[in-house]
């Protein structure tokens, strides 16, 4: 157990599913040989296949204090990853419209805003994803070569590069599927939730470009961190899939805004714009009483009255959503 | 009744006789190996499909499976069953080749991307097998032979370490050294080996320094096919170079 543990909250209400986080992620960590096809922040729209295809779906994770089995992935299940022609179109004199090679089946977010009926609604929503940073890392407990530890001191989770022989293990055990393989290096890699900025006193790369401010970003044990506030204080943020037993430490404030077009005045519970038992399949039973705060709060704004967990949520400016402790890391010999 | 008792007593005693027998250096009946003497140059030992190999006798080695090492691993059914092994001293160097039979040939061919400058990396190589293994090999001798006591066969033991070259159809030849079970890691160097795969058979030759009569030699293949890494291999016991 760490001493201390960085957390993000994400308001999926606010996510514009624009991919900033996902390209300020791609340009900083893996625009690198082998890395191509892996994004360690990806942006998927919710309900849908997800990024590898059917994670959700294919094992991973704790049950009964133990592992569970799960395949890996394919690159199929990733997408390959594709270049387009710009040299011929732009410096070749070529009359073609510039074109993806190799003609691409699949991807990350592949199946953008399709979502799913609700009555004869459609709707859908975005959900940003990167590693949990898990308080029980089932990729820990799976490698064989011990090559994965949780820091000390801030509860981050990174795998040594050095002693990572690309043996996968990691990759079936995360019922997240957030680990990738280079097959350049022949070793594993994951989000390293941006330590080396954190430990400068900067916010996550993913936290800092995000255009609709929804990022959180703090020491989960600290009270005065808006993502101890949000998780613990005013209750009104849940971890993704809690029953795979890994204790993720990214949290989502659940999507229940707007409310549905001509609900006249019904509850979201009443009347939900997305159906109660997708969000239930995300986030567990607890998200009722989630959607329940979230609306009284939404209602006591309404009322002209001062909401501090909206104030919060709104997140105006970096001081509000992120809580940086730098003086956290210890100095390594 | 007699006889299938008197079987159970044979197996019982086999199974106290066979694990002590392998912490001997008395090598069991079968399980040496006959080295050949030549007076070729290294590069010619190392050319793929030399002739001088024919001049070794091969032995037929045994291959076992390890047990499933952990819950969440596929099973899988033993395809290789044996590999034959020849050896051959020349210039003061031993050189070891493994040949088995294999259904397929397990090694992905990088292309790595170029160092070019930011404008020229549109094209780079997209990888395609993130869920693939590859085949790979490995010789174990002991670090310091002529021990009477031969080492674990489990990456050898704490009073016993040994040396592995490994082989793996995609990253080459590394040394590695091991004190047992999940202590093994890479030295950081490499040595000579040459690998070819033809008519379904693979044949890697492993270069070391040469070592005495009587130094005990293990080998190991990972079939890339059925996921093999880590623990989950073929693994032969104790053999002794003549």
């Known amino acids: 157990m760490s001493k201390h543990q960085y957390a993000m909250v994400m308001d999926l209400n606010k996510c514009l599913g624009c991919q900033t986080c996902t390209i300020a992620c791609k340009k900083l960590w893996t625009d690198r040989d082998g890395t191509s096809y892996m994004y360690w922040n990806n942006v998927e729209t919710r309900p849908g296949l997800g990024y590898p295809r059917q994670w959700d779906r294919i094992g991973g994770g704790w049950k009964d204090g133990m592992l569970q089995p799960s395949p890996l992935p394919t690159m199929d299940d990733y997408g390959h990853a594709w270049e387009y022609n710009y040299e011929q179109r732009l410096f070749e004199g070529s009359r073609k419209p510039v074109m993806p090679t190799p003609d691409p089946q699949s991807g990350a977010n592949w199946d953008e805003d399709v979502g799913a009926l609700n009555g004869e609604d459609n709707y859908y929503f975005y959900l940003p994803r990167i590693c949990n940073h898990c308080t029980y890392p089932a990729c820990l407990e799976a490698c064989p070569r011990k090559a994965i530890y949780k820091r000390e001191e801030d509860g981050i989770v990174v795998i040594d590069q050095d002693r990572c022989q690309g043996y996968r293990y990691c990759i079936k055990a995360c019922p997240y599927k957030k680990i990738y393989f280079n097959e350049v290096t022949g070793k594993s890699e994951k989000c390293i939730f941006c330590y080396p900025r954190l430990e400068k006193g900067e916010v996550n790369a993913c936290a800092a470009q995000c255009p609709g401010r929804l990022r959180f970003v703090g020491i989960l044990d600290d009270p005065e961190s808006p993502v101890h506030k949000l998780v613990y204080t005013y209750k009104v943020a849940l971890p993704l899939f809690p029953e795979k037993g890994t204790g993720p430490n990214v949290f989502y404030v659940p999507p229940f805004n707007p409310p549905k077009r001509g609900n006249y005045g019904k509850s979201i519970l009443e009347d939900p714009r997305l159906p109660l038992d997708y969000l239930i399949y995300l986030f567990g039973e607890e998200v009722k009483d989630v959607i329940v705060r979230l609306e009284a709060e939404l209602k006591t704004a309404q009322e002209g009255r001062r909401s501090e967990v909206l104030q919060l949520l709104i997140g105006r400016d970096a001081e509000t959503r992120y809580h940086i402790r730098p003086q956290l890391v210890q100095i390594r010999l | ?242």
């Open chain 2, 1 to 242: 009744m007699q006889t299938s008792r008197w079987f159970l007593w044979s197996a019982a005693l086999a199974l106290i006789v066979v694990p002590c027998a392998a912490q001997t250096a008395i090598p069991a009946a079968g399980t040496v190996i006959s080295v050949a003497s030549s007076s070729a140059t290294e590069n010619t030992i190392l050319q793929a499909g030399s002739s001088i190999w024919n001049q070794a006798l091969p032995k037929k080695v045994s291959l076992n499976r390890t047990p499933p090492l952990y819950d969440t691993d596929e099973p899988a059914l033993p395809e290789i069953w044996t590999a034959d092994v020849r050896v051959l001293r020349a210039g003061g160097k031993i050189y070891v080749q493994l040949s088995w039979h294999d259904n397929s040939r397990d090694a992905a061919t990088l292309q790595p991307v170029p160092d070019s400058p930011p404008e020229k990396r549109f094209l780079k190589v997209p990888t395609e097998a993130g869920d693939r293994f590859f085949d790979a090999a490995a010789v174990m001798v002991p670090a310091q032979p002529g021990s009477p006591v031969n080492p674990s066969l489990q990456m050898g033991d704490p009073e016993h370490p040994v040396r592995i070259y490994y082989w793996n159809a995609v990253r080459g030849a590394m040394l590695m050294e091991a004190r047992g079970r999940s202590t093994t890691q890479r030295t950081g160097q490499s040595f000579p080996a040459v690998s070819v795969f033809k008519n379904g058979y693979w044949a890697v030759t492993f270069e070391a320094p040469d070592l005495p009569s009587g130094t005990p030699m293990a080998f190991a293949i990972w079939n890339g096919s059925q996921k093999d890494r880590d623990g989950r291999k073929y693994f032969s016991v104790w053999y002794t170079v003549d």
